[in-house]
C-alpha cells in the first residue's frame, strides 16, 4: 500500500481507556501465557484451565492498569510489558497489587483474630524496547526512596526479561509464541528504517505468516495486530522523541506534543475521525479542531 491510499482493512474498534499491545493480545490467550508460565519458571503445567485470569480489566489509577495478571495454584503474577524503559513499574505493580490484595479480601473481615492468608507475588516485566538492556535486571522498589537508610521495611522486586530477539536464548527455546513474538517485532522495526510504518507492518505480517511464525493469531486478528502495531511502534517512537527532548530543553509539556503527533500519523494512514477519537480518548470534536487548526 502506498503512502496517501487508504486503509482498505477493516479497523475494529479500540479500547477508549485502555490502548493494548500486540504483546498483551497475544498472552491474553490462556494457552500462551500458560506456555510463557512454563518458560520463566521452569514448570510444566498441561491445563490452561489452572490459570485464573486476575487482569485489572476495570480498575485504573492514574491512567495506569497492568497488562497480566493471573492466580496459580497459592501464588499470584504479575507480567507487564515495555517497550521503553520505565524505573516506576516497581511502584506502579505496588499499586497493583493493593488494588488485587484488596478485591481478594473484600468478603474477609481484616480484624479477626485469624491471620488471613494471601496469595504470594510475583513481578515481571518483559522488555522489547531499542534500549541496550541486560538480559535480566532486577528493578526494586527502595530505589525510589528519596532518604534510604539500611533495609528498607517495604520493598518490592521485579524481574526484567530481555525479550527482544537474540536476548534470552533458553526462555525463548523454552516458550515459541515469545520468540515468534521477538521475531514479528525484529520485522517491523527492520522494515520501518526501509518504508512507512503502514506498509512496515504489513510487510511483516504477510513474511510472519508466509514462514510458519505466529500463523494462527496473525490470520485470526490481522486487522487488529496491523491496527495495535502501528500505534505502539509510533507511541515508542515518539516517547523517545519526547525524552530527548525533555532532556534538551528541560520541558514536562511533551505528552500533548506527542498525542498530537500521534493524531497527526492516524491523519496521514486515512483513519476516519471516529476510530481516532477512540483511540486517543479525545472527543470527535476535538479531532475535528485538531485538523481545521492544521489546515490554516
Known amino acids: 500500500?502506498?503512502?496517501?491510499?487508504?486503509?482498505?482493512?477493516?479497523?475494529?474498534?479500540?479500547?477508549?481507556?485502555?490502548?493494548?499491545?500486540?504483546?498483551?493480545?497475544?498472552?491474553?490467550?490462556?494457552?500462551?501465557?500458560?506456555?510463557?508460565?512454563?518458560?520463566?519458571?521452569?514448570?510444566?503445567?498441561?491445563?490452561?484451565?489452572?490459570?485464573?485470569?486476575?487482569?485489572?480489566?476495570?480498575?485504573?489509577?492514574?491512567?495506569?492498569?497492568?497488562?497480566?495478571?493471573?492466580?496459580?495454584?497459592?501464588?499470584?503474577?504479575?507480567?507487564?510489558?515495555?517497550?521503553?524503559?520505565?524505573?516506576?513499574?516497581?511502584?506502579?505493580?505496588?499499586?497493583?497489587?493493593?488494588?488485587?490484595?484488596?478485591?481478594?479480601?473484600?468478603?474477609?473481615?481484616?480484624?479477626?483474630?485469624?491471620?488471613?492468608?494471601?496469595?504470594?507475588?510475583?513481578?515481571?516485566v518483559f522488555y522489547n524496547g531499542t534500549d541496550a538492556v541486560d538480559d535480566r535486571v532486577e528493578l526494586r522498589l527502595s530505589n525510589a526512596y528519596e532518604h534510604r537508610a539500611g533495609e528498607p521495611d517495604l520493598e518490592l522486586k521485579v524481574l526484567m526479561l530481555n525479550v527482544n530477539e537474540g536476548h534470552n536464548k533458553e526462555l525463548m527455546e523454552q516458550c515459541q509464541t515469545l520468540k515468534e513474538y521477538a521475531i514479528y517485532v525484529a520485522r517491523v522495526r527492520k522494515y520501518t528504517s526501509e518504508m512507512n510504518l503502514n506498509d512496515a507492518v504489513a510487510r511483516a505480517i504477510d513474511e510472519c505468516i508466509k514462514e510458519g511464525i505466529l500463523v494462527e493469531f496473525l490470520r485470526k486478528n490481522r486487522s487488529e495486530v496491523k491496527m495495535v502495531s502501528i500505534l505502539e511502534y509510533d507511541k515508542e517512537w515518539e516517547e523517545k522523541k519526547l525524552r530527548k527532548a525533555e532532556y534538551e530543553a528541560g520541558k514536562s509539556d511533551g505528552i500533548e506534543i506527542a498525542e498530537e503527533r500521534m493524531i497527526h500519523n492516524m491523519i496521514k494512514l486515512d483513519f476516519p475521525i471516529e476510530k481516532i477519537a477512540e483511540v486517543t480518548g479525545k472527543s470527535p470534536l476535538e479531532i475535528e479542531q485538531y485538523l481545521q487548526s492544521n489546515r490554516q
Open 1 to 124: 500500500m502506498k503512502k496517501g491510499t487508504q486503509v482498505s482493512e477493516k479497523i475494529p474498534a479500540a479500547n477508549r481507556q485502555y490502548k493494548d499491545t500486540v504483546f498483551r493480545m497475544l498472552f491474553s490467550e490462556k494457552e500462551n501465557l500458560l506456555s510463557l508460565y512454563n518458560a520463566v519458571t521452569g514448570n510444566a503445567y498441561q491445563n490452561a484451565d489452572d490459570l485464573k485470569i486476575v487482569t485489572l480489566e476495570n480498575a485504573i489509577y492514574m491512567g495506569m492498569k497492568n497488562d497480566l495478571a493471573f492466580m496459580l495454584e497459592t501464588n499470584i503474577y504479575l507480567y507487564e510489558h515495555q517497550s521503553t524503559l520505565n524505573p516506576n513499574i516497581p511502584l506502579r505493580d505496588l499499586i497493583y497489587i493493593g488494588i488485587e490484595y484488596q478485591q481478594y479480601v473484600d468478603d474477609k473481615s481484616l480484624y479477626s483474630s485469624r491471620l488471613q492468608k494471601i496469595p504470594a507475588p510475583k513481578f515481571m
